[in-house]
């Protein structure tokens, strides 16, 4: 793929340049997966505009460009909806977070360049207090009758925390996120099986595209996990100077 930089403008820059031929490959099957999703269950198009949104704020995400968070602000917004017609507070009070993180992710991105990464001692310390803030999440969300409250501290404190890390750009957040997507898939399978049981919250299709998207999401964080710490996510991925 090309690795010029400096023949166009920033855009066409972030979007196009330095893509390896894997990750064209890895990004078109991601989209086909959520097109197809809503093929088998059309009755969510909101659904659909947050998985294909939200497939193209990972990627760029995994590529470190700030072009991510553009994608990221229509996603969270699509995913807000989805979550409200769900009831799945928990996941309802983040996404509003990551709605306004967005912003912010754009700003901070603008000034570091640079991935970080905790020393080993202090990543214990992260990944420790993040086990604990779980459970405190659970026992609360637990009190507003939420669906599967212990599913759904994974998105309230767990991605709150992990999202931290990624606005500051350190490489531990995909560690978290890969926590987070695991157990989203297994939490989105859950309410779909409810949905066919009767249970009728939020949609069916709404379920399968999160169901599609958090797969896309896993396999992402654990490649992405690669890329941030080799550095190729440096300077929004080689973009910029």
């Excluded at 930089?5 to 031929?21: E, I, V």
């Excluded at 086909?32 to 497939?55: E, K, N, R």
């Excluded at 009728?200 to 299709?205: K, L, V």
Aim: include cysteine; glycine fraction near 10%.
């Amino acid at each position: 793929m090309t690795n010029t930089t400096s023949n166009h403008g920033w855009l066409f820059t972030q979007l196009f340049s330095k893509w390896k031929r894997f990750e064209v490959i890895y990004v078109t099957i991601l989209i086909l997966l959520q097109v197809g999703v809503y093929l088998i269950a059309p009755d969510s198009w909101i659904g659909m505009l947050s998985g294909v949104f939200g497939t193209l704020a990972l990627v760029y995400g995994m590529k470190g460009r700030k072009v991510t968070f553009i994608f990221g602000f229509i996603q969270c917004v699509a995913m807000t909806y989805i979550a409200w017609q769900s009831h799945t507070w928990g996941t309802f009070v983040m996404d509003i977070f990551y709605v306004i993180s967005q912003p912010i992710g754009w700003f901070m991105w603008g000034h570091d360049d640079a991935t970080k990464r905790f020393s080993p001692r202090v990543r214990r310390w992260v990944f420790a207090g993040v086990v604990v803030a779980y459970f405190i999440g659970w026992y609360f969300i637990g009190l507003f009758n939420g669906q599967l409250p212990y599913f759904d501290s994974f998105n309230l404190v767990v991605s709150f925390i992990a999202q931290l890390l990624y606005i500051l750009k350190y490489q531990e957040n995909w560690s978290l996120w890969i926590w987070v997507n695991t157990a989203n898939i297994i939490y989105w399978i859950i309410l779909a099986i409810r949905f066919q049981m009767g249970v009728h919250i939020g949609t069916f299709g709404g379920d399968l595209s999160q169901i599609a998207l958090q797969a896309a999401l896993l396999f992402n964080s654990i490649y992405a996990t690669k890329v941030w710490a080799s550095g190729e996510a440096d300077n929004e991925g080689g973009t910029v100077k």
